[in-house]
């Protein structure tokens, strides 16, 4: 009887080889595979954070306050990093109030900032000054991150604007305590506002429109 056969050190060698490259042809299949669910999932993250943060706009904005009801004050500002308005908040079974959000980019993250409330004008002018004057920023709220810049625009008189950036002018008080003087009759203010975000890796800016007021 003869003896069996084994395999020569070339078979084995050729074996090897060929199982080598099997084994990187899966991996790096495997590798692509996993790179494009962790791509897929950041990307999933980045659409609901940004689905949120416009849903959190929109549902400011239906409350922004209406200038007649601020005499004569500004009730919106904007620029390519931040955008503060003033909100009417409704409570159940109490009187309406007035509060200062703010919409900012700071470090590549929109953060969202809300005063306290109030009723009273005076307060409402110092709260607006803490938020155009950046204080306090700190403590908002992380809404979208990878965020390059904002802009936005508002649907007035016909057209598309840039937001008036003045600040808030308060009603001078009458002299010697007599009656409050009559206030001017306001133009009509902004029905729209167009933000655009810019987010890191996305082709073209996001943009969004929204209804200013309570439709």
């Given at each position: 009887?003869k ?5 020569t050190?070339?078979?084995l ?5 060929v199982l ?5 042809m899966g991996w790096r299949?495997?590798?692509g595979i996993?790179r494009?669910r962790e ?6 993250e980045?659409t609901r954070?940004?689905q949120?943060?416009f ?5 400011d904005l239906?409350?922004?306050a209406?200038k007649n009801?601020l005499?004569?004050r ?9 955008l503060v308005?003033?909100?009417?908040v409704?409570?159940e079974n109490?009187?309406s109030q ?6 900012q980019?700071?470090?590549g993250?929109?953060l969202r900032r809300?005063?306290a ?11 607006w000054q803490?938020?155009?004057g ?7 709220v992380?809404?979208?991150?990878a ?6 625009r508002?649907?007035?008189a016909g ?19 007599g009656p409050?003087p009559p ?12 933000i655009?975000?810019?987010i890191?890796?996305?082709?073209a ?8 007021g309570?439709?």
């Open positions: 009887m003896n069996a056969r084994g395999f050190l070339v078979e060698l050729v074996a090897i080889t080598a490259i099997v084994a990187v299949g495997l590798d996993v494009s791509q897929l999932t950041q990307n999933m980045q954070g940004i949120l943060t849903a959190q706009l929109q549902s239906e409350q922004i209406d009801l005499r004569q500004q009730n919106i500002l904007a620029d390519n990093t931040r308005f003033i909100r009417t409704l409570a109490a009187a007035l509060q200062v959000v703010s919409y980019i700071r470090e993250v929109l809300e005063s409330q109030t009723r009273d004008l005076v307060q409402l002018d110092a709260l803490s938020a155009i950046d204080g306090g920023a700190q403590d908002g992380a809404l979208q991150g965020v390059d810049a904002m802009a936005v508002v649907w007035e057209g598309w604007k840039a937001p008036g950036n003045s600040q808030p002018v308060a009603t001078p008080p009458p002299a010697g305590g409050n206030v001017a009759p306001q133009t009509e203010g902004p029905t729209g506002l167009e655009s975000l810019s890191q890796g996305q082709p800016p996001l943009i969004k429109v929204f209804l200013l309570a439709v």
